[in-house]
T-cell receptor
Framework: GAVVSQHPSWVICKSGTSVKIECRSL??????MFWYRQFPKQSLMLMAT?????????EQGVEKDKFLINHASLTLSTLTVTSAHPEDSSFYIC????????????FGQGTRLTVV | GQNIDQPTEMTATEGAIVQINCTYQ??????LFWYQQHAGEAPTFLSY????GLEEKGRFSSFLSRSKGYSYLLLKELQMKDSASYLC???????????FGRGTSLIVHP
């Protein structure tokens, strides 16, 4: 299967600082990537759809100014959590599809963010 | 919106068979996924059903009944490594992005 790599795997940051998470498709080009957040024992909640070369589409209730998404190339999307607070501590996961109409999405290994 | 319901936790014995159910309420159903997720890791794809019936893939099988809004994931010959969370996800309404259930935490014991 296709490989999606996410970096870092875990990060601890202080309140008020910003953290950038990278999502890369290693062996395919992804025009669309998806960012999810998962709290303990909860489902994956879609935060936003990242589109290469254009603005991301955010789900209702997700602050676009707080969660900055950049999809500058066909193999890289980044999520920046700005002015992080302890309640932003969560597991962030990206995914990508091989192509339009493909049913299967491939997930990155996730990033465990802890804000202290 | 969508309402996806699956049991929170299940336990089973190594070597046994377990069935994890998922019920959903949605309009414009367009496919159901099952994913396996080990703690602290990303989900991995197990199956995709869009038509009624049973699809078998090795030790894992997935069943779908669209009229009942019901699916199950069947795991045979359970192994300790099958201890994980199993996520049911439904795609509907013309969107290609699935909505995930909360997942069922399966604990396999010797």
């Amino acid at each position: 299967g296709a490989v999606v790599s996410q970096h870092p795997s875990w990060v601890i940051c202080k309140s008020g600082t910003s953290v950038k998470i990278e999502c890369r498709s290693l062996d395919f080009q992804a025009t669309t990537m998806f960012w999810y957040r998962q709290f303990p024992k909860q489902s994956l909640m879609l935060m936003a759809t990242s589109n290469e070369g254009s603005k991301a589409t955010y789900e209702q209730g997700v602050e676009k100014d707080k969660f900055l998404i950049n999809h500058a190339s066909l193999t890289l999307s980044t999520l920046t959590v700005t002015s992080a607070h302890p309640e932003d501590s969560s597991f962030y996961i990206c995914s990508a599809r091989l192509q339009q109409g493909s049913t299967e999405a491939f997930f990155g290994q996730g990033t465990r963010l802890t804000v202290v | 919106g969508q309402n996806i319901d699956q049991p929170t936790e299940m336990t089973a014995t190594e070597g046994a068979i377990v069935q994890i159910n998922c019920t959903y309420q949605t309009s414009g159903f367009n496919g159901l996924f099952w994913y396996q997720q080990h703690a602290g890791e990303a989900p991995t794809f197990l199956s995709y059903n869009v038509l009624d019936g049973l699809e078998e893939k090795g030790r894992f099988s997935s069943f779908l009944s669209r009229s009942k809004g019901y699916s199950y994931l069947l795991l045979k010959e359970l192994q300790m490594k099958d201890s994980a969370s199993y996520l049911c996800a439904v795609r509907s309404g013309g969107s290609y992005i699935p909505t995930f259930g909360r997942g069922t935490s399966l604990i396999v014991h010797p």
